[in-house]
């Protein structure tokens, strides 16, 4: 029994000389492990000012559960030349076909405003209806926005008028975005890439200038609205 103690007392000290030693900054265990493993080196920018900008998210509540969730990315001429650069990175591609690369993405930012969407919503049980071969209830697994029984729709609204999209594919987020939906990104959730008309001149509205836009996204009785303001989307 004293044995005993006296091993629980020997892991003790270790542990708490362990964690001390983690809460420094220069440590001669953090030296030893840089010495002895190599390390990865961080070739990504930082995203934050950029998420700060373009990056909204928003829960949708019924008392104290999840409706939904959605979180969009607007795909500016500052979130394309970002993506250019780790996709360019990470392909080593040359800075010629980097540059092609992003005036391909800015030529399409003249004909469209678009975003990657990353949705959730709570997931229905109908109890009176149980399947036919399983036995089991059925649940609804439905493709939250873009087809005809989604339970929610989206529209773009600029300047107090409400536009639909003109496309919505539901997809595989891209790597290179993943940095700016870091901590959010689960199994559990639809990315879809929403595509708006860009063709604004007749309300007088200029991309290229500060724009007030929202993403309104509505079901039969929830509504959910992504703000951006003084927002440029074109550089």
């Known amino acids: 029994m004293r044995l005993h103690n006296i091993k629980i007392w020997q892991a003790s000290m270790l542990l708490g000389v362990l964690l001390q030693c983690a809460g420094c900054k220069h440590n001669k265990v953090s030296e030893w492990g840089k010495n ?14 950029l998420q700060k900008q373009y990056f909204r998210t928003q829960k949708t509540y019924d008392q104290f559960s999840t409706v939904a969730d959605f979180s969009a990315l607007l795909l500016s001429d500052d979130i394309r030349k970002a993506y250019v650069d780790y996709y360019g990175y990470a392909h080593f591609k040359s800075e010629q076909e980097q540059d092609a690369m992003l005036k391909r993405l800015q030529k399409e930012n003249e004909y469209y405003l678009s975003f990657y969407v990353m949705s959730y919503q709570r997931q229905v049980t109908y109890e009176n209806a149980k399947a036919l071969f399983t036995g089991g209830y059925q649940k609804r697994h439905a493709q939250m926005l873009g087809a005809l029984e989604s339970d929610w729709k989206v529209t773009l609204r600029i300047a107090g008028v409400e536009y639909e999209p003109d496309a919505i594919k539901k997809i595989e987020l891209p790597i290179e975005y993943e940095p700016f939906f870091k901590g959010i990104h689960t199994q559990f959730k639809q990315v879809y890439l929403i595509r708006f008309d860009a063709q604004f001149e007749s309300l007088g509205i200029d991309l290229f200038a500060s724009t007030d836009l929202e993403l309104v996204f509505r079901s039969i009785d929830k509504e959910t609205i992504l703000s951006w303001q003084d927002v440029v989307y074109q550089k």
């Open 36 to 49: 002895h493993f190599t390390q990865a080196d961080h070739k990504r920018k930082d995203v934050k000012d």
